[in-house]
């Protein structure tokens, strides 16, 4: 996702971005349990001018950095408008969740796309198409 358009979506919300909760959400892996969703806050976001993307990180268990929980705080941690031109990108570390002691291969992918609860006031960055989370566990 561009992060020109993330922006314009978050400008058409209906109220203030510090009103919408911000997650990062991943499909659930693990079969047979109840979830459904991984949902993780932002804890840290870098701006790469050179490279021209914005990537976000996840918190960590046991982390003690503190979490951008509002869109509005996400935001703050972007770069200048008059820097952001429409090659931006918007990325994220993932996996976004890490439980237990096992290797994990890091990498970042690009935010495929957001959902925005209107009624339970949450932004969802996606780390997959729309179409492989339960239409019913979206934020509505």
Do not use: C
């Amino acid at each position: 996702m561009r992060l020109r358009s993330f922006l314009d979506q978050v400008a058409a919300l209906p109220e203030e971005p510090s009103a919408y909760m911000a997650y990062l959400a991943a499909p659930d892996t693990v079969e047979g349990d109840s979830i459904e969703i991984q949902l993780v806050p932002v804890v840290r976001v870098e701006w790469d001018d050179g490279a021209k993307f914005v990537r976000l990180y996840p918190e960590l268990p046991d982390s003690d950095d503190g979490t951008m929980p509002t869109v509005d705080d996400l935001m703050a941690n972007f770069p200048p408008d008059s820097e952001i031109t429409p090659e931006v990108r918007l990325q994220v570390q993932i996996p976004i969740v890490r439980s237990g002691a096992g290797y994990y291969h890091l990498g970042f992918i690009e935010i495929p796309e957001i959902v925005i609860g209107l009624e339970s006031k949450e932004l969802w960055l996606l780390t997959k198409p729309r179409k492989e989370y339960p239409a019913e566990e979206l934020p509505a």
